[in-house]
């Protein structure tokens, strides 16, 4: 079992930055690639950004590539999403998960004001 919960979502405005954190406890940490996922209103859920166990290797959507960053502290059980050039289209509830698993967080909300 692995409990995740997000914090550091909050009211931005477009340009600034804004860093998620999602604090993982449970099994261990590190041997899970993780996600983060966001979903905005009337949307459907999508991919955001990814980085492996193995080698912390990472992948990102392509709307979101050179602007933000994924990153983990496996010492911390934390894994990180650093947003920077906020646009009003990254509005949505962003969620951490353990790849492949059911373990998802409750979700953190992000606005950017245009």
């Known amino acids: 079992q692995v409990q995740l919960v997000e914090s550091g979502g909050g009211l931005v405005q477009a340009g600034g930055s804004l860093r998620l954190s999602c604090a993982a406890s449970g099994r261990t940490f590190s041997v899970y690639s993780m996600g983060w996922f966001r979903q905005a209103p009337g949307k459907e859920r999508e991919f955001v950004a990814r980085?492996?166990?193995?080698?912390?290797?990472?992948h990102y959507a392509d709307s979101v590539k050179g602007r933000f960053t994924i990153s983990r502290h496996n010492a911390k059980n934390t894994l990180y999403l650093q947003m920077n050039s906020l646009k009003p289209e990254d509005t949505a509830v962003y969620y951490c998960t353990a790849l492949g698993t059911a373990y998802w967080g409750q979700g953190t909300q992000v606005t950017v004001s245009s």
């Open positions: 980085i492996s166990w193995r080698d912390s290797s990472t």
